[in-house]
């Protein structure tokens, strides 16, 4: 559906010198009405196009058309939005569950200004399978990195199975108890080794006396005992679930029929906790950024950066560029910051490529990035890093430095980082270097190019969508 920009007449001051009101909302409200019944999430622009609010819907025209009646009634904070809202543009979802997950994502990367809520790092919920212990456990957490304060791993979390992002905590943790009494697993802290002679005479917590758990720590399973039950629930989540949602309605039919009301309810709750389950997102459709960043100790990453790049003072902070297109279509460019080795989001910058009209140019998409980035920076009206990096080879390289010497300041470090073969190019340098897997610098260089990546292809994905809607 094609955008309906503000008319001058909308626009027009008012005696009172305010624009059009009623046109401009009347306007608006006859848009919000055309749109799809589905779910989906709107984005409220200014009348400079700046996005200034983002929501999502159940049903988009409903949702949406709340806004901009002239009686709405936004609550304290949002009411002033009301008299800003020049234009809008929706994404049409899946669900309600991919409604949520793409209202998180766009308000933590656009940080809209009416928006109070899930501008933190606050993530959803994801369910996390232990590996690196003799008796694998099974928690909830909001970090499925488990990198800490000081940018460690928690040891539990090295080669962990995370699962999720889920939409409904609460139906997580539910689901979590109900298929505990399934597969019997632990979700207790205790570090339990096998063959340990203390196990044996441990007392098992009240979980192993109502069925619920194997108690490990009591030397009542062997450790190929309990890697079975671990691996049934591994495959259960990979699955559709649908064998034993098969049997718990039989059981619940069963127990209804035999007046068993009560044992009725109770299962009715728990295959409703299962099937919420369903509403999460996978690895393969991109909705866990978090856990897809290489886990590196920043400050040893940063102390192998300096020393392979043979500068003279402390690296502190980093920025990558890449590009993002199909067969040259919706062709734009990410900018992600790391300071001191971590994500510093409010700096991130995204860029749809004006320069670039059809075809794929990878160079000219960079330099154009490279200029109105670093422009304002060198000027000292923005934060300039000490590297930047390039998401490709020389030839991307090369591009990012022909738009420095274009700039009055001198150019930071700039390297590349292409893909495959990780070779790092470096300016000044002939020939590029290959570092071991392992190497901190080189997985520090990973992980924001890693990022850089992910920004891109998620605006490309965003523009890419609201562009088939269009044509449509």
Known sequence: MDDVAPTAHDLAPTADGLPGTDARLGRLLKKARELPRAPGVYLMKDEKGVVIYVGKAACLPDRVASYVVPSADLGLKKQPMLDLIADFEHLVCEGEWEALLTENRLIKDIRPRFNVRLTDDKTFPYLVITRNEDFPRVIVTRNPTGVDDTGRVRPEMKNAKVVGPFTN????REAVTLLQRVFKYRTCKLDIVEN?????????????TIGQCTAPCAAKITQLGYAADIERFTRFLDSKRSVMLREMRAEMDQAAAALEFEKAAVLRDQIKAIERLEERATRAAGWQPESEISVIDPKKGLRALRKLLELDSPVRCLEAIDIAHLQGGETVGSKVCFVDGRPLKNEYRRYRIRSVDGGNDDYQSIREVVLRRYREAGAGNELYPDVVLIDGGLGQLHAALEAFHHLEMRPPMVISLAKKEEL????QRSEPIRLGRENPALRLCQAIRDEAHRFAQHYHHVLRRKKTLDDG
């Open 169 to 172: 905590a609460g139906a997580l």
């Open 424 to 427: 790092i190019y470096v300016q």
């Open 196 to 208: 340990d002679e203390r196990n044996r005479y441990f007392r098992p917590c009240l979980l192993y």
